[in-house]
């Protein structure tokens, strides 16, 4: 087995001598080395759980690491932010060995990260102008470009196209909000807003939607800041649970 040049990496100790793990050692870069892993798990030779994994049943752990990352963020862990960045990337990269095994419509990461380039030059065409043409555009003028060239990419006809519905209601509130917003149609789109209250229910539902839409005016994540209040009151039970 011979060691990539560009780094330091080593197999752990205690499994140098494994030839399953060649790929792993002679790949690249660390990227490779990931993606080599996982096809190894996923192969006939690898792990039985994660050979039977499918894109479907990966959905609540991509979700669940994506949450501890933000949890490890939010709480200024350095450490664990490192663990769980990789757990976030495990998953992504084991979805896109899984999709390149797709008998009907494969696609690689390869793929993936040649769409995501072309993707991220279209959508900032004021800063990959030709030589000489480029466009200085304040951060909210951006965010407006970028919503432009993503609406006329995917050929969208509504502010709403493209927005999840598995997500929870209040991020895709927030969500709704934020695309109404930035609509050049916002004056009118905002009076779907204004509806009649058909049942006690509505009445709190329009109140949670009217402080969304009030944090939004004001540059406020609401999803962020309930999560950092909520965080807060934790603490706090958890204290008082603990006095004598």
Not at 186 to 208: C, K
């Amino acid at each position: 087995m011979t060691q990539a040049a560009h780094d330091d990496y080593h197999i752990p100790e205690g499994f140098e001598h494994c030839s399953k793990l060649d790929p792993v050692n002679e790949a690249p870069s660390a990227l490779d080395r990931v993606k080599a892993l996982v096809a190894i798990l996923t192969g006939p030779d690898g792990c039985p759980w994660d050979g039977k994994q499918t894109n479907k049943s990966l959905i609540k752990p991509l979700l669940e690491e994506t949450y501890e990352y933000i949890d490890a963020l939010e709480n200024g862990d350095r450490e664990n932010m490192r663990e769980e960045l990789g757990d976030m990337l495990l998953q992504s990269i084991f979805q896109a060995q899984l999709c390149s095994q797709d008998p009907d419509d494969p696609f690689d990461l390869d793929e993936v990260c040649n769409r995501l380039v072309d993707k991220l030059i279209t959508r900032h065409p004021q800063v990959f102008a030709p030589d000489g043409q480029e466009t200085l555009l304040s951060g909210e003028d951006t965010l407006k470009l970028w919503e432009k060239m993503k609406q006329r990419e995917k050929h969208r006809k509504s502010v709403l196209d493209g927005i999840s519905k598995a997500q929870g209601a209040l991020p895709r509130s927030a969500k709704v909000v934020s695309r109404v917003a930035k609509s050049e149609h916002s004056a009118e789109l905002e009076q779907a807003f204004d509806m009649a209250q058909a049942n006690p229910e509505d009445a709190y539902a329009d109140r949670i939607l009217n402080i969304v839409r009030e944090a939004n005016r004001n540059g406020i994540d609401i999803e962020s800041a309930l999560r950092n209040r909520l965080r807060e009151a934790e603490n706090r039970i958890v204290e008082l649970e603990e006095r004598p």
